[in-house]
């Protein structure tokens, strides 16, 4: 998962079902105000 938060670009590993699930994971654990650029299955 590519994500921009803080106006800095950050990759993240996040163990999910689905892409919809990895990304409700990650708006919990970093808040609501992140760009979320791309996920991609591994």
């Given at each position: ?30 808040g ?11």
């Amino acid at each position: 998962m590519t994500m921009e938060k803080d106006g800095g670009k950050e990759t993240y590993e996040i163990p999910a079902r689905s892409s919809a699930d990895a990304r409700k994971i990650s708006r919990r654990r970093h808040g609501e105000d992140v760009i979320i650029h791309s996920v991609q299955k591994k």
